[in-house]
């Protein structure tokens, strides 16, 4: 009984001593090195296996090394995916996994995967294709972009020259080979506006004033699709520059509600330029407000204030603010009687420029109202004795 009994043990010893190895030998693992683009280690990474007979994954990190490694790995066919912050990097669709240890070798280097991406390497007939019609579509888009740089460098410099029509014929050139630019379009808007203003014929200005407002606002909407698509840092910019342009054509073209309207867009758009956004505002109605209308010259003098917060050393602004102060004045026999702080406004622009184009037309006024000159901003000019 006892020597049975030792013989059953010594056969399940046995067994179980045999079926360890057999074991070991049913799994596989699998290790690698993780390098990023610029061929250095790329620590902290997921290597990602999954299963593609039963779906299980298993999730592997790199160490500061880019190194990975596990046993215990069952054999299979498994799409293996490199990832970092949940961002996928890299895949391969299948790869078998053996007991062979050479199948569990599986390296990343992403400078070399790169750089086989763009001969073609490793690519399916599909896949290659793809690659060759975007290399070609990116060729295609740098040699278009080359051509209207060329276009519309000439453009400006004719539009600085006063040469519209031949900078127009330019830009209508620029247009045939991409009509999607919005440069090109507020560029027309520039041209137009600035040739209407050599025009003798009132119908032909108007003609081209319109046509340039129509180009701003071209200019304008595709401008605002781009940005809707992912805004560059400096799109409100360019835009606040569209409207402010568009603007001034409107304000030529008598158009004054729409150019009040569209300097407010501009300088909420781009308030560090505000200032010269109110300026403009400001002169628009000081030069529309010929009848001398109340509210139209308070909407200016609001205008300037806004243009001084903005620049405090923004001489015209204070002239201007000035003169719209003196339209509101009253007289007292030959003595003109001028709402308060119109004394100021023109102290302050001969402070800023005591010999600027403006200066002797200031002191006339602060002569005829009695006010004296100072040579500071609330300190009177001191009598020599």
């Excluded at 070609?136 to 453009?155: C, I, P, S």
């Excluded at 304008?220 to 569209?242: C, E, F, H, R, T």
Aim: glycine residues 8%; hydrophobic residues 35%; negative net charge.
């Amino acid at each position: 009984m006892t020597r049975y009994l030792m013989v059953v043990l010594l056969a399940v010893a046995s067994a179980v001593t045999a079926a360890s190895p057999a074991f070991a030998q049913d799994m596989a693992q699998v290790k690698g090195v993780c390098k990023d683009r610029d061929g250095k280690p790329l620590a902290g990474a997921t290597v990602q296996l999954q299963n593609l007979d039963d779906g299980r994954k298993y999730d592997l990190k790199t160490n500061k090394h880019g190194e990975y490694f596990s046993l215990g790995i069952e054999p299979g066919n498994y799409k293996i995916t490199l990832l970092q912050d949940g961002k996928e990097l890299f895949h391969e669709d299948k790869r078998a996994i053996t007991r062979d240890e050479a199948t569990g070798n599986v390296d990343f280097d992403l400078q070399k995967e790169q750089q086989n991406a763009e001969k073609g390497i490793g690519l399916t007939p599909e896949q290659k294709k793809q690659m060759e019609e975007a290399q070609a579509q990116q060729q295609k888009e740098v040699t278009t972009v080359k051509t209207l740089n060329d276009k519309l460098a000439m453009a400006s410099q004719l539009i600085k020259s006063g040469d519209y029509d031949t900078a127009l014929t330019t830009l209508n050139e620029a247009n045939q080979v991409d009509p999607n630019r919005d440069v090109i379009w507020a560029l027309l808007g520039d041209a137009y506006s600035g040739s209407a203003l050599k025009q003798t014929d009132p119908a032909e200005k108007t003609k081209r004033l319109e046509q340039g407002i129509a180009d701003y606002q071209k200019a304008i909407d595709i401008k605002k699709q781009s940005m809707a698509a992912g805004a560059k840092p400096d799109a409100n910019v360019q835009l606040a520059g569209m409207y402010n342009n568009m603007a001034r054509a409107q304000a030529e073209d008598g158009k004054v509600d729409d150019a009040v309207a569209n300097y407010n867009q501009a300088a909420q758009l781009n308030p560090p330029s505000a200032g010269s956004y109110y300026f403009n505002l400001g002169a628009t109605l000081t030069n529309a407000n010929k009848s001398n209308d109340t509210k139209m010259r308070q909407a200016a003098i609001d205008a300037f204030d806004k243009a001084i917060a903005a620049d405090p050393n923004r001489a015209d602004a204070y002239y201007y603010k000035g003169t719209n102060l003196v339209g509101g004045a009253t007289l007292q026999g030959d003595k003109m009687i001028a709402p308060e702080g119109t004394a100021e406004a023109f102290n302050k622009y001969l402070e800023l420029q005591p010999t600027g184009p403006h200066a002797e037309d200031a002191k006339a006024i602060l002569a005829s109202m009695g006010a004296p000159v100072e040579n500071s901003y609330g300190k009177k000019k001191t009598s020599k004795k």
